[in-house]
């Protein structure tokens, strides 16, 4: 399964796996941004994740860290 921009619980569930040591409560976008596109089932358009989005998934990161 690949993953979209729109797998948003998804992503934050393969970030908070892929990066435990990281608190996203203080994650930058331009990070963010990059760690999402280099998750191995990632594949959609880069330019796609927007500020919305990755709010949304940063929101969904901070859900499953607690």
Not at 28 to 39: I, P, Q, S
Not at 47 to 58: D, M, N, T, Y
Request: aromatic share 10%; proline share 6%.
């Amino acid at each position: 399964m690949s993953l979209k921009w729109v797998d948003v619980l998804e992503i934050a569930i393969q970030l908070a796996e892929n990066k435990p040591e990281v608190d996203p409560r203080f994650v930058n976008f331009v990070d963010l941004h990059t760690w999402v596109l280099a998750l191995p089932d990632f594949d959609d358009v880069p330019g796609h994740g927007g500020e919305k989005v990755l709010e949304a998934i940063q929101a969904a990161w901070i859900e499953e860290a607690d």
